[in-house]
């Protein structure tokens, strides 16, 4: 009888599973169900999305059906799916993450494409990777792995010159590779406040083959730099911009598992806004250009916030997508 029962039990094949999966995560109010559970079943199988469709009717084994559970579970407990497979695509690249790191979203683009404009044509002089003055990042607990050129203030400011392009809060390193990746002959630097952040963005550099052109080091915002000896011609940031007290009403997703201090700035959103905008222009070189993501409702108080400062000649604001004003744009003074 045993046997019997054992023989009649359905094998659950790629197409079964694809089918009761996406059914389970509808019910249970998980967003793009369909897609969900093809991510995670090619992720168990490690196969592409495409050849669980090619190969249909094979059946998991037993290893295969447990991990798959074990990823279904985590994402009805709203767990993201890039937390849980560990990668997360943005710019056509594939980027490791984890929960130090925020995940890395469609609007930032925007950030990157105003970027690659405000670089311009490539420098006629590329930049030499293997060629590089390090100092050390006064920062305590700085490593030595993680280093920073020296950048000393240019007399002239020629576009054809290869520029210093800095991000600040890089994260998984996101931004600054997406603009590497548009414009490689300049010279890049991105830092953040977490050291496992950094990490991070270190292993997708060397992942991406950009080890050599983007230097990363720890520190916050403006900390480890040196005033009247490290200057850039583009400084970078998407800093944290959700209100404190909205930041439990935004979906579980991110309330839950990404790190608080990429989400949190402050009781207006703006504490870190600010910070940069109001000391940027001390290491940016003459006419160079600040670029800032920004909340969708937050250009009317950046723009405030821009002008009262004075130290920049000229703004505009970018809009995403969606028709929300994203990127703020400032040149200095």
């Known amino acids: 009888?045993?046997?019997?029962?054992?023989?009649?039990?359905?094998?659950?094949?790629?197409?079964?599973?694809?089918?009761?999966?996406?059914?389970?995560?509808?019910?249970?109010?998980?967003?793009?169900?369909?897609?969900?559970?093809?991510?995670?079943?090619?992720?168990?199988l490690r196969l592409k999305r495409i050849d669980l469709y090619l190969r249909h009717d094979q059946p998991l084994n037993r290893g295969e059906l447990d991990l798959f559970k074990s990823l279904i579970k985590r994402r009805k407990n709203r767990e993201p799916v890039a937390y849980i497979v560990?990668?997360?695509?943005?710019?056509?690249?594939?980027?490791?993450?984890?929960?130090?790191?925020?995940i890395p979203r469609p609007e930032t683009e925007c950030l990157v494409e105003e970027a690659v404009s405000v670089l311009g044509k490539e420098p006629l002089c590329n930049s030499n990777p293997n060629k590089r003055d390090s100092i050390q990042c006064p920062l305590e607990g700085y490593k030595e792995d993680y280093k920073i050129m020296s950048c000393r203030k240019n007399a002239g400011h020629d576009l054809l010159l290869p520029k210093r392009i800095l991000e600040m809060g890089t994260g998984s390193g996101a931004v600054i590779l997406a603009i590497a990746s548009q414009k490689p002959g300049h010279h890049y630097f991105a830092s953040d406040i977490s050291i496992d952040a950094v990490g991070i963005a270190i292993k997708n550099a060397k992942q991406l083959g950009f080890e050599n052109y983007v230097s990363f080091f720890c520190g916050n915002w403006f900390l480890p730099l040196r005033e009247k000896e490290n200057f850039f011609d583009v400084i970078i940031s998407n800093p944290p911009y959700i209100r404190k007290n909205d930041i439990r009403n935004l979906q579980p997703e991110i309330n839950r598992f990404e790190p608080q201090e990429a989400l949190d700035g402050g009781d207006d959103g703006l504490d870190h806004i600010k910070h940069i905008i109001k000391h940027a222009c001390r290491?940016?070189?003459?006419?160079?250009?600040?670029?800032l993501e920004i909340g969708h409702d937050q250009k009317d108080a950046v723009d405030d916030i821009i002008k009262e400062t004075g130290n920049y000649?000229?703004?505009y604001f970018r809009k995403d997508y969606s028709g929300f004003d994203r990127v703020v744009c400032a040149t200095k003074s």
Do not use: C
Not at 86 to 102: A, I, N, T
């Open 86 to 102: 560990g990668v997360k695509e943005f710019w056509s690249m594939e980027l490791e993450v984890s929960q130090s790191v925020l």
């Open 1 to 44: 009888m045993r046997n019997q029962q054992k023989q009649t039990e359905p094998e659950w094949t790629i197409i079964k599973l694809l089918q009761w999966t996406s059914s389970y995560f509808k019910s249970n109010g998980i967003d793009s169900p369909r897609a969900t559970a093809e991510i995670l079943l090619a992720h168990t």
């Open 313 to 315: 000649k000229q703004f």
């Open 283 to 291: 290491f940016l070189n003459n006419e160079g250009n600040l670029l």
